[in-house]
């Protein structure tokens, strides 16, 4: 990418109501290739994810597309050329899932604002985030099929834990796209809103996560996570979640300070401690 081109993955960052938190947009910015995703994309949202986890006052990230898609999927006219190197390929895909797997791992949450065009790879992102807000005119597929290609960057192992085999199976052979409704009564979305209102929305949700403990948010989030990856025992899932919760119980100020602020009734001054 030359000095003058367009980062292909925009950072915006704003600041949470009246406090020195920030809230992080990640906007995925190849819009007349409705956001594909190549090499370059995927580096710029490295190094967009690297200043995010070397900042402590961020509490959240958006991750939203610029023009009418989230993103189409992989940059398929790139991938004629690069699906024919046996070294490269298999390097882009593990890299796609690092990556990608990188907002899972975040200490902060990561909500997807499906704002249009959703498919196979744009699919693949909105499912490493923690959860997903859509606009109204969102569509959602996989559609990797559809193009004689299979999915590899994650659809195939997240969308069956997202919305069971059955549904995953359908929308993976069938190659369709869900309206937003139909997303959301499925639970690939959280919540429908109008297209003006999708970044507000984001904003405020962003900001009530800024007034929690940002080290229990963080706990609370690998739990979560790393539980729906392992897909383990019920009694293999209780016990990390003991032990994770006795630790910060017993060796956290931000518990002390909110058990503190409970009882004398007034706001928690959370410190990530």
């Known amino acids: 990418m030359s000095e003058s081109e367009p980062s292909p993955v925009l950072t915006r960052r704003a600041p949470v109501a009246d406090t020195d938190h920030v809230a992080v947009t990640l906007v995925l910015n190849r819009p007349d290739q409705l956001n594909a995703i190549d090499w370059p994309m995927l580096d710029a949202l490295d190094a967009a994810l690297d200043e995010i986890v070397a900042d402590a006052s961020v509490r959240g990230v958006l991750v939203t597309g610029a023009g009418r898609a989230f993103s189409a999927g992989g940059d398929l006219v790139g991938y004629q050329t690069l699906q024919r190197d046996p070294v490269r390929f298999p390097r882009f895909v593990a890299e796609l899932h690092r990556i990608f797997g990188r907002l899972r791992s975040l200490p902060v949450p990561a909500v ?35 193009f004689g290609q299979m999915g590899g960057g994650g659809a195939l192992t997240l969308l069956p834990r997202a919305v069971g085999r059955a549904r995953a199976a359908e929308l993976v052979f069938s190659g369709r796209f869900l309206d937003a ?7 690939l979305v959280n919540r429908v809103v109008d297209d003006d209102a999708l970044l507000a929305a984001g904003a405020e949700l962003l900001a009530g996560f800024a007034a929690k403990s940002p080290l229990a948010m963080a706990n609370a989030k690998e739990v979560m996570t790393s539980l729906w990856a392992d897909n383990g025992s019920v009694d293999a899932g209780l016990r990390y979640e003991r032990e994770r919760n006795s630790y910060y119980c ?3 100020d931000d518990a ?14 959370f410190r990530g401690s």
Do not use: M, Q, Y
Not at 115 to 136: I, K, M, S, Y
């Open 250 to 252: 017993l060796t956290s």
């Open 112 to 146: 997807a604002l499906v704002n249009g065009v959703t498919a196979a790879g744009g699919l693949e992102l909105l499912l490493n985030c923690d959860f997903a807000l859509a606009a109204r005119s969102a569509r959602i597929g996989d559609a990797h099929l559809n």
């Open 181 to 187: 409704a139909e997303a959301a009564a499925w639970g």
């Open 256 to 269: 002390a300070e909110g058990l503190a602020a409970f009882a004398e009734k007034r706001p928690p001054e």
